[in-house]
């Protein structure tokens, strides 16, 4: 029921978001709405676990960050080749080891690679727990078979290490 109320919660908050409109009809009318998606959603099964992971808020609010100062940081790098006449890249197609169990740490751990520029999931091999992963430099390959992402995924699934 806590994922429910949260879904509907968020649906709302969506909505005033996207609306600009306060009338005490309309903010009704949103709300009453977003129960009943809520509702339907519950019923229909996409306010599950993997659908709507609340549960994983708290711990996103360290990942989050972490994720995004290495957004910048591999943004600046790539940039640095981009810009270099040179154009100093050294391609790779390898594979990782995934430590996360649940749908939603696999989708995460695949999704950071992605986000982090010069990086790309290219395959998800669930049945190995490996990803296959394109890496722009030698040095993002590196970085990926470091282990650190992988780590910090699993302790965002609530696992320790």
């Not at 711990?59 to 957004?71: D, S």
Request: hydrophobic fraction near 50%.
């Amino acid at each position: 029921m806590l994922r429910t109320a949260s879904l509907a919660l968020a649906l709302f908050v969506f909505w005033l978001l996207l609306s600009g409109h306060y009338t005490v009809w309309l903010m009704t009318a949103g709300l009453a709405v977003s129960v009943l998606l809520a509702l339907a959603g519950r019923r229909l099964g996409f306010a599950d676990e993997e659908g709507h992971p609340v549960d994983r808020v708290i711990a996103g609010l360290t990942y989050w960050p972490w994720l995004a100062r290495e957004i910048v940081k591999s943004s600046i790098t790539v940039t640095k080749i981009i810009l270099d006449p040179k154009l100093p890249i050294s391609p790779r197609l390898f594979h990782t080891k995934v430590s996360a169990r649940t749908p939603v740490g696999v989708a995460t751990y695949a999704n950071s690679i992605t986000l982090t520029p010069g990086t790309i999931t290219v395959a998800v091999d669930r049945e190995n727990d490996r990803f296959l992963v394109h890496a722009l430099t030698g040095a993002g390959a590196e970085d990926v078979e470091a282990g650190d992402m992988d780590r910090r995924v699993k302790r965002f699934e609530g696992r320790a290490e």
